[in-house]
Nanobody, 122 residues
């Protein structure tokens, strides 16, 4: 079974950047499309970006398009999310998870890790 661990979050000023990493163990990462999701306090979890198993297709939520970039390196068992031009509204816990496909970006299982906290504040 695939297990994913998120890392790379932190406190950053508005306009700053972060790189989040999702590191896999267990099953082979390149069997899975992977998505990044986020959940702000008191709000529902939302899909942010997804990438196909081979990395040739990706999809972004409108609220991050042009600012965030998803990528993967299956040889390193890692899916990354580069966050640029960060805004206070981007403050949330960020999670990665297997998804149905890159286009629909729906979590395949209702199983979530601890996530990584991103806080955007001056």
């Amino acid at each position: 079974q695939l297990q994913l661990v998120e890392s790379g979050g932190g406190l950053v000023q508005p306009g700053g950047s972060l790189r989040l990493s999702c590191t896999a163990s267990g099953d082979t990462l390149d069997n899975y499309a992977i998505g990044w999701f986020r959940q702000a306090p008191g709000k529902e979890r939302l899909g942010v970006s997804c990438i196909s198993s081979s990395g040739d297709r990706s999809n972004y939520a409108a609220f991050v398009k042009g600012r965030f970039t998803i990528s993967r390196d299956n040889t390193k068992r890692t899916v990354s999310l580069d966050l640029n031009s960060l805004k206070p509204d981007d403050t949330a816990i960020y999670y990665c998870a297997p998804v149905s496909d890159a286009l629909h970006c729906l979590a395949k299982y209702d199983i979530w890790g601890q996530g990584t906290q991103v806080t955007v504040s001056s």
